[in-house]
């Protein structure tokens, strides 16, 4: 099954908490036993895993993040903007897909652990697709 999730980001980099949805794309597709694949096409946008558990850290890995690759404008790739050009390399450092078993018809996920997608040239409207792969109940 495929199937894409909408996303609207509101900031010019932000880190956003998709598992909810991942979750029910994946209940919908009826796969019990299987793998789901997260891939965001977009070159200034990422997906990971971490804790969503205290609010904070999406703030501490966003400015993190931010640090070690600051909107600059010597960028020698400024074809859109600084903030594009800042947005591909912090794309390339994150990484654009994930590969999740579904065991028992839910994402095998850490207790803490959420799906988390990164926004670093927004505010823009962006997809997440999802490739859904098993054995139906």
């Known amino acids: 099954m495929f199937a894409e999730i909408k996303v609207n980001t509101e900031k010019s980099e932000c880190l956003m908490n998709i598992t909810q949805e991942v979750q029910q794309a994946v209940t919908e597709s009826g796969v019990k036993e299987g793998?789901?694949?997260v891939f965001v096409p977009h070159t200034t946008a990422a997906v990971t895993i971490n804790s969503c558990l205290d609010?904070?850290?999406a703030e501490d890995i966003t400015g993190e993040i931010h640090r070690l690759v600051p909107t600059r404008v010597d960028f020698k790739h400024i074809y859109d903007t600084?903030?594009?050009a800042a947005g591909h390399i912090?794309?390339?450092l994150v990484g654009n897909s994930l590969s999740l078993i579904i065991?028992?018809?839910r994402l095998l996920l850490?207790?803490?652990?959420s799906i988390l997608f990164f926004e670093f040239d927004g505010p823009r409207k962006r997809l997440v697709q999802l490739r859904i792969m098993g054995d139906p109940d």
């Open 103 to 105: 065991k028992d018809g």
């Open 35 to 37: 793998v789901c694949v």
């Open 90 to 92: 912090k794309s390339v």
């Open 55 to 57: 609010s904070m850290t």
């Open 110 to 113: 850490g207790g803490s652990q």
């Open 82 to 84: 600084p903030t594009d």
